[in-house]
């Protein structure tokens, strides 16, 4: 029969992730990996760069053609906003409009006269067009009474339609053949104000200055090109309604002109 050993047999050894009794195994040994960081080259830099600026050049176009929207928004807010102040005024002064000027009182302009009348505030923004140029918007000032008055203009009145006010007589003065204002047949197609041409200083222009035909650098040039993509204006009607021209030019059209500048 087989003899049974007594001596006893070595124990195992223990797991190197066994720990103590009760205790957490601990991580076996091992060398901790370093994070591995990316690092962009100069070629890559500059592609996502020149991606950037693409998408910027292909977003600038519509970003300006928003804020110019906006500008013409504003310019037709204006022109609203003057002809309640010329609604007002016609029903107040023998049922015309604000002359060119009046020669009576020191020669006021149609802005002069509607601050002077109290139809708008002292400082006033509304005659200048958000699209006009710096060199429009330098503001005029006009003392009266003791009040000074601070404006722009960049908007001219239709000379045709409204006439001066006599020096003399203070009657209207109006351009031949031009009819009374409250006696106008189409006042929808009578233009009253409208954007004027940029760096002049006129405060109003006439049919025959409105556009001369055939001669796109006349001074003679006066309707405004500064909406819709540079070559169109804003105009206010002697029904005072508002609407964008894109292009002026239509109202040179001969058989129509006298409506256009209030002659028929």
Known sequence: MPRLSTVPYPAPAPCRTQGARGAAETPPAYHRLRPIITKFTLIELLIVIAIIAILAAMMLPALNKARESARTSNCINNLRQLGQAELLYVDAYDGLPTAVQDMARTSLTWHQMLLVSGLLPNKSELFACPS??????????????????????????????????????????????????????????????????????????????????GNPLSTNDRHGERHYNGRGCNILFADFHVAGAPHPEIYDNISDRAVHFGRK
């Open 132 to 213: 006009a140029p710096e060199k429009t918007l330098t503001p005029a000032t006009l003392e009266m009474n003791g009040v000074t008055y601070v404006y722009y203009t960049c908007y001219g009145i239709n000379a045709d339609l409204v006439g001066d006010i006599s020096k003399t007589t203070r009657a209207r003065n109006f351009y031949s053949g031009t009819i009374p204002f409250k006696r106008l047949t189409t006042p929808s197609r009578t233009i009253l104000i409208s954007d004027l041409t940029d760096g002049l200083t006129y405060a109003g222009f006439s049919q025959s200055s409105w556009h001369e035909l």
